[in-house]
């Protein structure tokens, strides 16, 4: 049983530092991870938007309290996604195949073609993540990795810092 204690407690740091490797500067592709479980956004179907209240203020997450990013490398309003290979599992897009309920959300909601053909929500022009490191709603671990990649405001403006 101690064994057990003592391989958590080394293997989670270990696990956040892989995780936390990607990045602004390599095109955000260090690092591994598979994509969080996060209900909807595993079928395909479009997750609701909603607000949380958090220590960072009030954000944007999913149905289910997952948190949603937004990447740097990302132009806001290109209709482009820049998060592929690696990346893109790390960063999982959200999907975006019909209009989602958006409560609380002011920003624009749209969809983009994502890198993988398929659509990506987008909210005031910036396309939506999820961090295969956040494993429970609410997490906030992806918040600054890499100093590229922040949670987003109902308005959809990146809360940095």
Same mark, same amino acid.
């Given at each position: +049983? ?39 956004? *595993? =079928?395909?179907?479009? &997750? ?6 958090? $220590?960072?203020?009030? @954000? ?5 309290? +997952? ?5 740097? %490398? ?22 975006? $195949? ?6 609380? @959300? =002011?920003? *624009?909601?749209?969809? @983009? ?16 993540? #999820? #961090?295969?490191?956040?494993? $429970?709603?609410?997490?906030? %671990? ?15 403006? &990146?809360?940095?810092?």
């Amino acid at each position: +049983m101690k064994t057990r204690h003592t391989l958590k407690t080394v293997a989670a740091p270990l696990l956040l530092l892989t995780l936390s490797a990607c990045g602004a500067g390599d095109g955000g592709n260090g690092g591994y991870g598979a994509p969080p479980a996060t209900g909807d956004g *595993d =079928s395909g179907d479009a &997750p609701g938007l909603r607000t949380a209240d958090t $220590e960072l203020g009030t @954000i944007v997450v999913d149905d289910d309290g +997952m948190v949603l990013y937004q990447f740097d %490398s990302d132009e806001r309003g290109s209709g482009t996604s820049t998060c592929e290979g690696q990346c893109a599992q790390n960063w999982p897009a959200v999907p975006g $195949e019909e209009t989602p309920d958006a409560d609380g @959300i =002011s920003g *624009d909601v749209d969809t @983009i073609t994502g890198v993988d053909g398929r659509p990506q929500l987008t909210l005031n022009g910036w396309p939506l993540y #999820y #961090y295969a490191g956040d494993q $429970e709603p609410g997490d906030l %671990s992806g918040q600054g990795v890499g100093d590229a990649w922040w949670v987003l405001t109902p308005e959809g403006e &990146p809360v940095r810092g």
